[in-house]
């Protein structure tokens, strides 16, 4: 009976400090991941490196990364997680329908934005003036991704989005491969991912030029699903990641995104 009682005991106490300190075994919360245009391709790490780092401060949170758009939205509809970290311009699209409510976002060097480049080969002759029915290499924007391109590329130049024959790739190294060996004729990739890919492979990279940069889009979005979480998990989520005493644990992550700091 003693024995019986010191472990009910235990156990009451380990998960008065679980409470404490973060989340616990019966909150279930899902936290998933998609943002083609970071410069991470091996998710299988990511996954791993936030597993640890969420396992070292006690919480049960389940991550999981997602490389292309229709296996994110088809995960979402099958089981809503309580938080996602993903584009703005999905936050834009699916605010409404999916009760998404935006509370963080991530900086890098002091900047919460990031520009595109629109790249062509140098003999392919391409300009403003010729873009029609062109083959354009490009990470996914969603279901509205002409308006997008026309809004951050496009529309001051006088080019409709919709004239362009538009190719989704995961990532940006494909899109730069894929134009230097002359699958497309053009490739739209984030600025510091393209100086990445020229550190790497920079004979690939010289026999291409830049054509256009975008405007500034929004670093991915911290989001909850208000229908689908209660504000004390939002502010636990939220404390875990602004934590002073969490900047160093999360630096590794950090350097993985491209994120060195958060913002409310």
Known sequence: MKLYLRSKHTIALLLAILAIVGFTASDKIDFYYFFPDSSQNNLGNLKKEMDTFFNNKNVVIGFQPFLRFSDFMHKIKENMPEFILAPEWLLKQYADELSLKPFLVPSRN?????????????????????????????????PMSDDILNDILFSEKNVDACSVKKIKVSKDSDAIFALALGQVDMALVVRDNLEKIERIYPKIVSNLIPLLESKP??????????????????EKMRNLFISKENTKEFSEIGNMLQIDKWIP
């Open 110 to 142: 002091g900047s919460t934005s990031y520009t595109k480049i629109l790249m062509v080969k140098k003999d392919s002759g391409i300009d403003l003036k010729n873009m029609k029915d062109k083959t354009l290499a490009l990470t996914s924007m969603g």
């Open 217 to 234: 889009l929004s670093m991915p979005v911290l989001c909850y699903f208000e229908k689908n979480v209660s504000l004390e998990s939002v």
